[in-house]
């Protein structure tokens, strides 16, 4: 998940809340799960493609 990028909107706390929180104050998402249980595979993979600052990265997506 990357800081900079991300604009607070949230959308990762809603769609997998046991991965993902924001911080108090700037709103900016924290990652509580750095290695996701497998059951929230899918909804990560969601999270990613809903983030609108695209944010957040799996692993294997991550080139660099
Ligand atoms: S969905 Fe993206 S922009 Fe929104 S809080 Fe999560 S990481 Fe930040």
């Known amino acids: ?3 900079e ?3 607070g909107s949230g959308m ?3 769609t997998v809340g046991e991965v993902f929180d924001q911080r108090q104050g700037d709103g900016k998402a924290i990652v509580l ?3 996701p249980p ?3 595979r899918d909804a ?3 999270a990613v ?3 609108p600052a695209a944010a957040i990265f ?3 997506d991550r080139r660099h």
Request: contains cysteine.
């Open 1 to 3: 998940m990357d800081a």
């Open 5 to 7: 990028r991300c604009v």
């Open 12 to 14: 990762c706390v809603l």
């Open 33 to 35: 799960r750095p290695e």
């Open 38 to 40: 497998v059951e929230t």
């Open 44 to 46: 990560v993979r969601e």
């Open 49 to 51: 493609d809903l983030c």
């Open 58 to 60: 799996l692993s294997t």
